[in-house]
């Protein structure tokens, strides 16, 4: 997965303040995040549970 601020329709909205994406691309420089397989469906298993907020991102090309 590819994911681009850059072509994300959400860019520059409140939903930004609140992306894991976010908070990601503005962590220290040689901080590292690494999420592995089991991780990234135990993250979607909680989202989808309402327990942390869903992936933001929304590809301006495809929509998704």
Known sequence: MLIDCGECV???TEACA???VTFIVNR???DALV???EE???VRMLSAAGLVPM???RDRRTGS
């Open 55 to 57: 992936l933001q991102h």
């Open 40 to 42: 990234a469906r135990a």
């Open 35 to 37: 999420i592995d397989a």
């Open 18 to 20: 609140s992306c894991v």
């Open 28 to 30: 220290d420089p040689g």
């Open 10 to 12: 959400m860019q520059h």
